[in-house]
């Protein structure tokens, strides 16, 4: 099983600020199957990127993915006040799993 | 629109079995995978398996043993059955599109308790 470590746990940041979280596996992922997602409370997970750096329908570009292998980055360039929420890195391969969230708070 | 709705009882006794229906609307069933995905109150998310076409499924192997996933493509519908649930079954059910989630249900809270 890759299992899927997020850093930091927590960021605290203010709006219009650039965000950077990380996604570390602990063996390469195949293919750069690796997604990003976005959760807010109560709501279902949203797909923000695929294959470690395509944006998904409908998701602004100030969201960028990056990375291959074991080392992957989410990056929000300059956040708006919705983009407070958590975020989690999934690996899609064969047995896929997720890793346990970064919390992007407002400071 | 692709919309999915799962539904299904809100409350399982210790050691039977969780039935959960996955309704799909605005898309073919048989074009793409369908996941099931579960997430116990303020904890992260945790992949249940996978199934395509009826012919191929993938389960998490700390689950596998207890899980089995079907299709019914004459109801567009996607089910989960879980056997031998315990407290730590207790969790919001997603049924969601793809390889990767592109498409995902509201969820279905799921309690075990007698």
């Known amino acids: 099983e890759i299992v899927l470590t997020q850093s930091p746990g927590t960021l605290s940041l203010s709006p219009g600020e650039r965000a950077t979280l990380s996604c570390r596996a602990s063996?390469?992922?195949?293919?750069?199957?690796l997604a990003w997602y976005q959760q807010k409370p109560g709501q279902a997970p949203r797909l923000l990127i695929y294959g470690a750096s395509s944006r998904a329908t409908g998701i602004p570009d100030t969201f960028s993915g990056s990375g291959s292998g074991t080392d992957f980055t989410l990056t929000i360039s300059r956040l708006e006040p919705e983009d407070f929420a958590v975020y989690y890195c999934q690996q899609y391969g064969s047995s896929p799993t997720f890793g346990p969230g970064t919390k992007v708070e407002i400071k | 629109q692709v919309q999915l709705q799962e539904s299904g009882p809100g409350l399982v006794k210790p050691s039977e079995t969780l039935s959960l229906t996955c309704t799909v609307s605005g898309d073919s069933i048989n074009t793409y995978y369908w996941s099931w995905i579960r997430q116990p109150a303020g904890k992260g998310l945790e992949w249940i398996g996978r199934?395509?076409?009826?012919?191929?499924?993938n389960y998490n192997p700390s689950l596998k043993s207890r899980v089995t996933m079907s299709i019914d493509t004459s109801k567009n519908q996607i089910s989960l059955k879980l056997s031998s649930v315990t407290a730590a079954d207790t969790a919001v059910y997603y049924c969601?599109?793809?390889?990767?989630?592109?498409?995902w249900g509201q969820g279905t809270l799921v309690t075990v308790s007698s």
């Open positions: 199934i395509y076409f009826s012919v191929s499924t």
């Open positions: 063996q390469s992922v195949n293919s750069n199957y």
């Open positions: 969601a599109r793809g390889y990767y989630q592109d498409y």
